[in-house]
């Protein structure tokens, strides 16, 4: 199954993207990460990723989650995953990346600490 990535601009100016498909290796990997690099560009910045279509995450993906945190939050921002299926959560989890990215079980978890953060 090919990635898919769409985008969403909330009246809050939160960026919600929901990727479909497996995030490996490959071209399609690298457009969600253009995706996020471009977001940065333009200081759209409080982001949610949610991953609830994606059944599988092999290293490269694991390396483009992280590498698209890091982009996010050296501009400021805040950078948060939702929707975990239980297989791509245990990768995160035995690799210890669950230790540096933020996650919440849904897109409205996240987007209400996005907004609490701001408004704190």
Do not use: Y
Not at 8 to 37: C, M, N, P, Y
Not at 41 to 51: S, Y
Not at 65 to 77: F, M, R, W, Y
């Amino acid at each position: 199954m090919a990635l898919k990535v769409d985008r969403k601009s909330l009246e809050s100016g939160i960026e919600v993207v929901t990727v479909s498909g497996s995030l490996t290796l490959g071209r399609d990997a690298q457009h969600f990460e253009w995706t996020i690099e471009d977001m940065v560009k333009n200081l759209q910045n409080r982001i949610v990723v949610d991953l609830s279509d994606v059944p599988f995450v092999d290293s490269a993906g694991i390396g483009i989650l992280v590498g698209c945190h890091g982009k996010v939050t050296k501009s400021g921002g805040q950078f948060r995953l939702t929707g975990l299926t239980d297989r791509v959560l245990n990768v995160l989890r035995i690799t210890k990346v669950d230790t540096i990215l933020a996650m919440n079980p849904t897109v409205a978890d996240a987007v209400l600490v996005l907004t609490s953060a701001t408004q704190a």
